[in-house]
Antibody
Framework: QVQVVQSGAEVKKPGASVKVTCKTSGYTFTSHYMHWVRQAPGQGLEWMGIIHPRAGSTSHAQKFQDRLTMTRDTSTSTVYMELISLRSEDTAVYYC??????????????WGQGTMVTVSS | DIQMTQSPSSLSASVGDRVTITCRASQSVSSYLNWYQQTPGKAPKLLIYDASSLQSGVPSRFSGSGSGTDFALTISSLQPEDFATYYCQQTYSTPRTFGLGTKVEI
């Protein structure tokens, strides 16, 4: 069955960077866009960006312009999200989520379990 | 950015009630409007995509309607497992924005 499994929780100091892993299985990796969404404690959902697994092309929210990098490894069906220059406001659960079809406008039908990233001195 | 406004922000209901949550977009999103359910400590779950299509495996008591800027999620007969937070989301443009959520409580 389709699975999306993320790496474990991280604790980082302000100014550091974090890289979250999202390993997929059970479907054709290159046929579905992948998204990154985060949720600060007690808050709503915030979309961060999208990656096309075949082409490797990305698009992201303007607020993450200079800090967010999304990559993929087609040999292991894995996508990665790296956020640099971390600040306390980046403390959140980070999710990867699959687009349900081959269209970048599709809804997110399969989500990872989430990765808690805590930024604290 | 397209702003998504949900109402109400919270509601109290009983098992068996009919519940409707609305979502308004600051500009047209055509039918690229999705609904998710989230329970505490869990990832969101897709309920409705493209405004009115029921995601596979989701009970038929959930339905969606609307197009353009005004949308609604209806739960025809609330069940105990439906007490959760519901989010609308537009995927029409970047960034893919979410509403702030509606918490459905007992």
């Amino acid at each position: 069955q389709v699975q999306v499994v993320q790496s474990g929780a991280e604790v980082k100091k302000p100014g550091a960077s974090v890289k979250v892993t999202c390993k997929t299985s059970g479907y054709t990796f290159t046929s579905h866009y992948m998204h990154w969404v985060r949720q600060a404690p007690g808050q709503g959902l915030e979309w961060m960006g999208i990656i096309h697994p075949r082409a490797g092309s990305t698009s992201h929210a303007q607020k993450f312009q200079d800090r967010l990098t999304m990559t993929r490894d087609t040999s292991t069906s894995t996508v990665y999200m790296e956020l640099i220059s971390l600040r306390s406001e980046d403390t959140a659960v980070y999710y990867c989520a699959r687009g349900r079809g081959g269209n970048s406008l599709d809804a997110f039908d399969v989500w990872g379990q989430g990765t808690m990233v805590t930024v604290s001195s | 950015d397209i702003q998504m406004t949900q109402s109400p922000s919270s509601l109290s209901a009983s098992v068996g009630d009919r519940v409707t949550i609305t979502c308004r977009a600051s500009q047209s999103v055509s039918s690229y409007l999705n609904w998710y359910q989230q329970t505490p400590g869990k990832a969101p779950k897709l309920l409705i995509y493209d405004a009115s299509s029921l995601q596979s495996g989701v009970p038929s008591r959930f339905s969606g309607s609307g197009s353009g800027t005004d949308f609604a999620l209806t739960i025809s007969s609330l069940q105990p497992e439906d007490f959760a937070t519901y989010y609308c989301q537009q995927t029409y443009s970047t960034p893919r924005t979410f509403g702030l959520g509606t918490k459905v409580e007992i």
